[in-house]
C-alpha cells in the first residue's frame, strides 16, 4: 500500500457549499497539514475520510479500503477527533478509556497511563467539569493509546491555551516516529502545520490550491521589496499572487520563486533591496487573498 | 459504601466469609415460619379464614404465635438487607442483582406454581372427602356448588417473602443513585435509646393501613404498607451491614426490651378483636393506633433483642448449625402444602391438639430435611438455593 | 451498506446505552413499583396506579429516544461514536435493540399486569381486547417516536411527534368505543376477538414493522451521516 488516504475528483455539493473534484494523496508514514478558512472544506474532507459523507462522484480510499462502502474496516485503524466531538460528560475518563479498549485490541494500556501523566489529566473526573483543553487531550489520549495507523484531526490545536498547546504538539511529534503511521490534521492555526507536518495542503473555497511537501513548498514564496514605478513597468512575471504600494515602495509577492526574478525585476529598472523567505502564516493570508481576487 | 463497611468486611473470617449469628437467625426465623403456621390450624382466631382449622382450639396458640408474628418476618428481613448490604459491597450492584435474581427471583418462579398446585389439589381434596370441614372447607364448597362463582385472586402464599425481596433488592439498586450521606452520617451516631424510639414510629404509618395482626402482604400487586413495613426493616438490615459495631451497642438493653415487649403485648392482645373473619372487624381509631404502635414498637424491639442475643449465643459454627441454615430455605419453601397435606385428614380425628400439632411439625420436619438431603443438597436446587459447596 | 454487521461492537455500543440510561430506568422502575402498589389500595387509588404506571412507560420511552439518540447528536457525542468501527446500519441495529430491551421489559410486565388485573378481578374480562389494544398502541407510538428520531434527529420534531401520539391516546379510545363490534362487549364476563378488534390489532402491528422497516432503509440511504 503506497497511500494512507487516496482522493479521486471527489465532489460534493451542498445548497452552500461546493467541494470541486478534489484529488489527494497522502503517502503512508506522512504527515499532512491541512490548512484553509471557515468553510474551505477541511472537514467536509475530514468526514469523507471516515465514510460519514458519501461523495457525489469520485472515489475516497483510506488504508486500501473504499469509503464509505468499507468504512468499518478502514475505520479499525483510524483514529479520528474533531473540535466538535464530545465525550458522555456524565461519565469520567476512565470509563471512556475502558470502553475505547473493549473494542480495539491494539489498546497499550501503560502508554495510556502515560500520556495520562504527561497531559496531566485526572482519569476519574467526570467530564462534564472537563475545559476545552482537557477535552482535546482527552480524545487524543483516546485515539493514541489505540496506536491507530492513520491519526485524523480535526483541528486538534484550536482554542488550546499555550501550555496545553505545547503539550498536544510535543506528543503529536512523539507519535510520529512510527514511520508506517500517517497523519492528517486541519488547523488555522499555520505554526502547527508549519512545525509538524510533511506536506502542506490548501483549500480554499472547496477548492484545492495547492498540495505539496512542505520544504518545496515554502521555497516557492518569497516576498520582495523593491522601488520604483510599477505601472509603466509592466512586469510579465506570472507567478506574481500579489503587490502592495506604498508610495515608490512596492511589495511583491511570487509563489513560484527562482532566482532569475531579482534580475528581471532590475533589468526593468526597479531597485530590489531584500528577497525574503515568508512564514507560511503569510502565504496562507497572501494565498487567500489571491483566491478571493481569482 | 463508606470506609466502616470496608472495615466490616475485614472484620469478617478470612477463611469462611459467612457471619455465622446471622445464617443462624435466619434459619432460626424460617423454622419459626414453619412451627407459626403449623400451629394456625389450631388459633381461635383464624379459625374462620384457615382452610385446615381444627375443632381442636386453644388461646394459649394464638397468645404464642402472634408475638413469634411481630418480629419474626421483620427480624428475617433485617437479616435479607444486611447481606445484600454485603453483597453489593463484595460484587457490586450488578453483581448482587445477578445473585439475587438466581438465589430468590428463580426459586420463586419454580416454586411458587408448583407450591400453588400443592396447596389446591389437597384442598379439593379435603373439601371431598373430610367430614368435619373448618369454615373455609365449607365455603369452597358452597362455592363449588354454585357454578359461576368466580375463583379466588391468585396469592404468592408463602413465598410472599421472596416475591417483596424481589422488589426490595430492585429497590435497593434504584436508591443507591440517591445521596444518602446525611441519613448515613446521622445513623452512624444515633444513640441507642433515640433509635428504639424513633424508629418504631416510622412504621406505624404503614401499620395502621392494614388490619391487626398485620396480614401477610402475599398479593401479585406489591402492596404499598409492605414496603413501608417490611421495607423499611430490609433498609435497617442494609443500614446496619454499614455501621461499626451496631449490634453491640444494644448488648444492655437484651432484657429490658424483652420485658417491655412482652408488656407492650398484652396491651396489643387484650384490644385485638379474637375472631378474623374474611373482612376483619375495624377498630376505632384511638385503639387502632395503640395496636399499630404496639405492633410497630415489638417488632422493632424484639428484632433487636434477636440480633443481641444471637450475636452472643448464636454465632457459632458446626455441622448441625450448618446444616440447620442450609436446608432452612428449602424447609421452609415446601412446609406450607405439606402441613396443610397432613391437616386435613387429622380434622375428622379425635386427637389432643397436642397430639395433632407434634405429629404435623414432626411429618413436616423429617419430610422436609429428608428431601433436603435427598433431592436438593447435591443438586442443582441446591446449588440454586444455597450456591455450589 | 455491503457488508455484514459489525456484530461485536453492536453489543458493545448496546451495553454502553444500557448503562449510560441505568439511572434513567431506576427512576422510571421504582416509579412503576410505587404505582403498582397503589392499585389494590381502593377505587381512585386504582386508577391513579394505572395512570402512573401508564405515565411511567410513555415517559420512559420518550425519556430513552430523547437521552440515548437525540442527545447523542445534541450533545456532540455522535462524532465519536461514529470515529468507531461502525457503519450507519450497525448503528441503527444498536440503537434498535438498545432503546427496545429497555422498552419492551416494562411494556410487557405492564401488559400481563393489566391481563392478569382483569382475570382475577370482578372486571369485565370483556375489556381485556381493549386493554391489548391501547397497550400495542403505546408500543406502536413508540416505535414511531424511535423511528422519526433515527431519521430526523430533530429534538423539536420528536417532541411534536411524542404530543402528537399521546393527544391520539384520547380519540383513539373515544373511536374504539365507537366501534359497536368492539364496544358492545366491553362489559361481557369473557375476551371476545372478532374481525374489528383483531382488524385494529393487527394494523397496529403492521405500522409498527412498517416504522422500523423505514427508518431501517432511511437510514442506510442517507448520503451524509453527520
Redesign the interface.
Known sequence: MQNAIELKSVSKRYSDFYLDNLSLQLPVGQVMGLVGVNGAGKSTTL?LL?????PDTGSVDVLGYRL??????A??N?????D????????NLRWHMQ?IQ??FPSWDATYAEHLLKVFDLNAEQKFKGFSHGQRVKA?LLLILARKPKLVILDEPTTGLDPVAREEVLSELAEILRDENRSVLFSSHNTQDIEQLSDSITFLHKGKLLDSQDKETYLDRWRRIVCTGDINSAGLGIDCITDIKRNGSLNEIIVNQYDDSIPERLSALGLSVSSVDRMSLEKIFVANVRAGAKA | MNSTAESRLQELPVLNTRLHYMDNLRALAMLAGVFFHGALAYSPMLHNVWPSADTQQSPIVDVIVWFTHLFRMPLFFIIAGFFVAYLVQKRGMAGMLKNRALRILLPLIIFLPLCMWAVIAPLLSAVASVQVKSPVLAMVAMAMATPGTPPPPPTTMHLWFLYNLVFFCLFTWVLHYVNWQWLRAYFNRVTPLTFLVIFPLLLVPALLSVAAPLPAPDSFLPQLWSFGFFGLFFALGYWVFGVDNFIERFKAYGFILLIMSVGLYVLFYWLIPKHISIAPPSLVFWKKLIVSSCEAYISVWMSVVCLVWGKIYLNIHNRFMRFMSDSSYWIYIIHLPLIFALQYPMMDKYWSLLAKYSATMTVTLAVGVLSYVLLVRWTPIGWMLNGRR | MSHSLNIPLIKILIQKDWYLSRKLLALYVGGSIFALSFISLGEWQFFMGVTLLMSMVIGLANHLVTSTIINERKEQTLPFIMSLPISPTDYAVAKLIANKSLFFIPWLAILITTIGVFTFTPIPDGLIPLSIIMCSYLLLSYCLVWAVGMIVETEGIVILVMVVLNCLIGPLIYILGSIQDISSHFQSATQVWNSASIGVLLLEFFLIIASLVIAFYLQARKKTFL
Open positions: 468526514r471516515m465514510g460519514l459523507i458519501q464509505p462502502e468499507q468504512q468499518v474496516l475505520k479499525q483510524i483514529g479520528f477527533a474533531s466538535d466531538m464530545r465525550l458522555y460528560k456524565t461519565e470502553l473493549s473494542i480524545c
